[in-house]
């Protein structure tokens, strides 16, 4: 439904950074029909979330981390490794901003798309030069934990999920399951590997060890990249795919401290040379159609197709191809999260 609408808007004065007022506006728009996220509300725009002195961009760090859209039917969300590019140029060109908080929950994702959100954090504070302080919260590992590990500072609660330093590929043999139904595979193909991991069959030795090495190169350099942002986590046990609490994680050297965002804040504000003691400000980056209100306002990042409308059986969707991941699972079909 379409219609005009008196909307009530409460917006910053832009006049100067500092400004922590808000005048009330009246406008009278016409309501559009969009999901909660979309890039159709325009590109990101700093809203404030907590008023005070320096001002401290909080960039999210959540859900699984995919380079590919969350979108379709009764879906809402974005691709999470476009968004938080853009989030980054956002707060690299913002003058305001002393300093950024990521704040992570993620419980990892694709190998790739974590690299390179590590690679463009490490970018941003070549660039920016400001601090960078990681808050875990519910969960943040694999891939996840790669990128807070890139940080001047990690903080994690107590309860936090933390870890799962690890490679996996979910491959399913469904040669069975297929008899069942009179499913006969009678592919063609060119070249010995063409079809490797396919589901129609059992992986043979050859094919095992080839993508066995895949997973061993590519936990070599997950491993390398954590140890050079945190030395003291030298424990052989910290990349052998365990999780870890907080403060377990704290006595392993992959955390500095334990906290909460609020901890993670003052931390940014101090490390930025700006003071501390005073409550610091914060700043979100949002689409004109999604709202934050506190610092831990959320922004939608759920495909819905895939959250049980219909029945789903681990890798019969081939469909949704697999990819090397660096996440903590426990479950079999995460990778339908994905939404491809």
Known sequence: MRGALVALFLVPLVAGCKSDR????????????????????????????????????????????????????????????????????????????????????????????????????????????????ACLQEAACGGAYLIASGADQVVAGPASVTGGLGVLLNLYNLRDTMQLVNVIPQGVKAGKFTDIGTSSRALTDEEKALLQAMATEMQEALVADVKRSRPAATDATCYDGRIFTGKQAQAKGLVDSVGDLDDALALAAQLSGCGSGARPGAVMYRRANDSARSIYAVTANVPLQGAGLLPSLPGLERARMPTFLSLWQPELALEKLTGK
């Not at 981390?65 to 938080?84: D, K």
Request: proline share 9%; hydrophobic share 40%.
């Open 22 to 133: 808000f005048v009330l506006k009246t406008k009278v728009e016409t309501q559009i029909d969009f999901p909660p996220v979309s890039t159709t509300a325009g590109r990101v725009k700093p809203v404030v979330v907590q008023g005070g002195e320096p001002r401290i961009a909080i960039i999210d760090v959540d859900g699984l981390l995919m380079n590919t859209p969350f979108v379709g039917p009764l879906s809402v969300g974005e691709n999470p490794m476009g968004l938080f590019r853009e989030k980054l140029e956002a707060a690299a060109y913002d003058p305001c901003i002393r300093a950024v908080v990521l704040r992570v929950n993620s419980p990892g994702g694709g190998v790739a798309a974590c690299n390179q959100m590590r690679r463009d954090l490490n970018k941003f504070k070549e660039r920016k030069k400001v601090p960078v302080v």
